[in-house]
């Protein structure tokens, strides 16, 4: 029968330079057509361990070969790992699928196919789908046209979920929009709040200032009125100047210039009413209070 790759995979033939041969005088090339097999060539090696490998960017890796009963089982690791196992034994088929698995879609993956059993191991073609086609192909090959319900229902999810899944960059561009936008939101939040702080203590300061203004202003006003003199209600001989009470006479000195002003002004005023009082003119004194000297 005619072999085909599924829909959009690259293939990696027997005999590609890609493919790494352990140990290489171990295995040899049969010849066949190319409706029996893919390229016309198959590889074959009846060494127990001995293996091929390829170096791939893919997103999903078919592995065909024969199968017969004098075939035997094998291994794939995956970067160094095992990863599963398969078998070759089986009625004898050309072009038969024997593994299939999805890979890694952010780096390349090294993958390494090994002999189990000193029996016959062969490839005849790997088929790959890069990386930016990740929609795995609906594909019915003879293997899987035989498995059993069962195993064609285990393998559905994976395909649905690999095509309907986003692209890993689609992904990360989302992740990274979501943290910009938060991020925003954080700092915004954070300039709000230092404004208002700045406004609230702003409006603190300048009640304290009205409020230290208020105290000072009550302060100088108490003041102005204890310096202003007092005169005793009585009559003065002839000559002789009105004294002021003891009481107008602050015993400590005034720095404010304004309420010693005040209290000349006073005592003036006072004088000239007991002037106009006691006689005339030229008995009026003129000799200021002794704290205004």
Partial sequence: MSFTCPQDALKVEDDDLRLAWYPTNHWKRGNAPKHTYSGGTLAISRLKNAQFSVTLNASYIWYYADTNKDHGKFSVELNGHQHSQGTSVGPRRDNQLLWESSLDLLAEQKLT??????????????CYLPVNLEVRPNITTPQEASQSPSASMSASPLSL????????????????????????????????RDRRRKRNRSQFEDSDARHSFQQLRQASIVSTTALLPS?????????TAPTCSSQAISTQPSTETSNASLSIFSWRQVVSREAEVSGPASHRSTMPPPYAR
Avoid: T, W
């Avoid at 002999?115 to 062969?122: C, G, I, P, R």
């Avoid at 005169?231 to 002839?238: C, G, K, T």
């Fill in 161 to 192: 979920v690999r095509s309907n899944g986003l692209q890993v960059g689609a992904i990360f561009g989302i992740v990274c929009g979501a943290m910009a936008f938060f991020g925003s939101i954080i700092i915004i939040s954070l300039i709000l």
């Fill in 113 to 126: 196919f090994k002999s189990l059993e000193a029996k016959y191991f062969n490839l005849d073609v790997l």
């Fill in 231 to 239: 005169v005793e209600a009585r009559h003065y001989l002839p000559g």
